[in-house]
């Protein structure tokens, strides 16, 4: 894939970072719950969870941004996400394992997420990663979020290093389509949510882990950068 080291790996948070479906889930099924419906299962909402309040509000309710009562039903459901973020969000096995491999390897880190900032903030203190990340660029620090270019460049900009030196790993299209806008290498986590659209093969990543820590093995000591 090229040659050079990596200068910094820059991750979602997620479905790539952190599992917060269950919290999302249980946002969007007290929404329904207020309607009279029954809540949807966790596996139904899961594989929506990197689409964002979007994703829960068209599953739950078949609602999309051009409905009338998208808005407030978006409103609504932020509310009560912000209520209940830390209930059962957990890091994923073995993302502590690989952040603190990259740490030992001096490789710089940091996290990109369409996550509106009055989230992200307070779940990656409550997730202890807040002292240790590199950047937070969250969905509303630029003016476009992702899958357009200009988070992942703030990032690189924030941490000093060039884009092309840069990884960024996702678990989401949108991801891999930022990722190459910005001329950073993509690499998909399976492990992920992935969303219920194109399979990952399809994104036009050259890179895929089925678990974190597979990152590392990718990192080194053979350099993977793109040309």
Same mark, same amino acid.
């Given at each position: 894939m090229?040659? !050079?080291? +990596?200068?910094? +790996?820059?991750?979602?948070?997620?479905?790539?970072l952190a599992d917060t479906a269950a919290d999302?889930?249980?946002?969007?099924? &007290?929404?329904?719950? #207020?309607? !009279?419906?029954?809540?949807?299962? &966790?596996?139904?909402?899961?594989?929506? +969870?990197?689409?964002?309040?979007?994703?829960m509000l068209r599953a739950a309710f078949g609602l999309s941004p051009q409905s009338p009562d998208y808005a407030r039903y978006r409103d609504e459901f932020l509310d009560l996400y912000a209520q209940n973020l830390r209930r059962e969000t957990v890091l994923f096995p073995e993302v502590s394992a690989l952040l603190a491999g990259l740490e030992a390897q001096g490789i710089a880190w940091g996290i990109v997420t369409n996550k509106l900032a009055r989230f992200a903030e307070p779940l990656i203190e409550f997730l202890g990663l807040a002292a240790r990340a590199g950047c937070l660029v969250s969905g509303d620090t630029c003016a476009r979020a992702k899958p357009f270019p200009d988070p992942l460049l703030e990032a690189s900009r924030r941490?000093?290093?060039t884009p092309e030196v840069c990884v960024y790993v996702g678990d989401d299209e949108r991801d891999v389509e930022a990722s +190459? #806008?910005?001329?950073m290498t993509p690499v998909v986590a399976l492990y992920g949510y992935l969303g219920d659209a194109s399979p990952p093969t399809a994104w036009g990543a050259d890179h895929r882990i089925e678990r974190p820590l597979d990152l590392l093995n990718l990192l080194g000591p053979a350099p993977f950068m793109r040309e």
């Open positions: 090229g040659s !050079g080291a +990596v200068g910094a +790996v820059l991750f979602d948070l997620d479905g790539t999302l889930a249980y946002a969007v099924n &007290l929404q329904r719950q #207020a309607r !009279g419906l029954e809540g949807l299962p &966790l596996h139904v909402l899961r594989p929506l +969870v990197s689409q964002g309040a979007r994703g941490l000093g290093v +190459v #806008a910005a001329g």
